[in-house]
């Protein structure tokens, strides 16, 4: 079975900083994409960033990186130069398979201050 | 603008009362999934749908059913609710051409209570 954590619960930090997440996974399979999400505060839950795990690059989207570990079984999302709108909690998932859907983490909420 | 559209976006139920959540999606995609959103368990998957005719149950299918009567549409379906199934419960769509890289598109939300 698939398993994802997320072991910081809340994050912190002043506004055009820089913030790291970290996330954990656990699979058997050798094939696997990872995934984070945002989820604002009226709710909604957007895709933020995708990692295939035969990718050695880290994937960058706008100011959201990854640094994927693949022996430590890890993918940390950095968000740099942080906006008072990046405040949210923030969600890693994995997909192990075809069209399953996603396992996530219990995400990590993040606040920004200016 | 494609969307996933959930309805009623807020539903009080009574114990043992049947209650239908509704998802309507215009992204054209064959995969849909019913997920639930608890504070200390996170998204847990409900069900999901490969295409029209088809449902599959996910990790937590105990106490639901499921119904895609089209492409368009997936329904979460409570029998007998109870009031361990007060939560939020998210819709979503997926493009089953990706894969394994299929992104969910999610929609806003029902919050489900059930007294």
């Known amino acids: 079975a698939q398993k994802v954590t997320q072991t910081q619960t809340s994050i912190s930090v002043m506004e055009k900083t820089t913030v790291t997440m970290d996330c954990v996974y656990e699979?058997?399979?050798?094939?696997?994409?990872l995934f984070w999400y945002k989820q604002t505060a009226s709710g909604e839950i957007v895709f933020l960033i995708r990692?295939?795990?035969?990718?050695?690059e880290n994937a960058t989207v706008g100011h959201y990186s990854l640094n994927f570990q693949k022996p430590k079984s890890s993918i940390g999302l950095i968000i740099t130069a942080t906006q008072i709108e990046d405040s949210a909690v923030y969600f890693c998932a994995m997909r192990v398979g075809y069209a399953q859907g996603l396992t996530f983490g219990l995400g990590t909420r993040v606040s920004v201050f200016p | 603008e494609a969307a996933v559209t959930q309805s009623p976006r807020n539903k009080v139920a009574v114990t043992g009362g049947k209650v239908t959540l509704s998802c309507n999606q215009t992204?054209?995609?064959?995969?849909m999934y019913w997920y639930r959103q608890d504070t200390g368990h996170g998204l847990r998957l409900i069900h999901y749908s490969y295409g029209a005719g088809s449902t599959e149950k996910g990790d937590i299918p105990d106490g639901y059913k499921a119904s895609r009567p089209s492409q368009e549409n997936f329904s979460l379906i409570l029998e007998l609710a109870t009031p361990s199934q007060t939560s939020v419960y998210f819709c979503?769509?997926?493009?089953?051409?990706?894969?394994?890289?299929?992104?969910?598109?999610f929609g806003a939300g029902t919050r489900l209570s059930v007294l």
């Open positions: 699979t058997q399979d050798s094939s696997y994409f």
């Open positions: 992204n054209n995609h064959n995969n």
């Open positions: 990692q295939d795990s035969y990718k050695k």
């Open positions: 979503a769509s997926g493009d089953a051409r990706l894969g394994g890289r299929d992104t969910l598109y």
